[in-house]
């Protein structure tokens, strides 16, 4: 378990933004912190598959090709 500590202003900005999403400060501060978390993954993952591309092991299929491979 963690605890945290705002300043003041940071405080008062957290309640005003979780009381406008209606919820409790500590609910919106474990919603912003797992969307956060998934943006990273997703980061990393997309950093992985452009480094997969630079090196030749991944590669792209152009769009004509799937659509024709699904009938679109």
Same mark, same amino acid.
């Given at each position: 378990?963690?605890? +945290?500590?705002?300043?003041?202003?940071?405080?008062? !900005?957290?309640?005003? @933004? &979780?009381? %406008? *999403?209606?919820?409790?400060?500590?609910?919106?501060?474990?919603?912003?912190?797992?969307?956060? +978390?998934?943006?990273?993954?997703?980061?990393?993952? !997309?950093?992985?598959? @452009? &480094?997969? %591309? *630079?090196?030749?092991?991944?590669?792209?299929?152009?769009?004509?090709?799937?659509?024709?491979?699904?009938?679109?």
């Amino acid at each position: 378990m963690h605890t +945290l500590q705002f300043d003041t202003h940071t405080e008062q !900005a957290l309640n005003q @933004l &979780a009381t %406008l *999403a209606g919820k409790n400060a500590d609910d919106f501060i474990k919603d912003v912190v797992l969307e956060f +978390l998934e943006n990273q993954e997703d980061i990393r993952d !997309a950093e992985l598959v @452009l &480094a997969g %591309l *630079a090196d030749g092991s991944e590669s792209t299929t152009p769009w004509e090709t799937v659509k024709a491979a699904h009938g679109l």
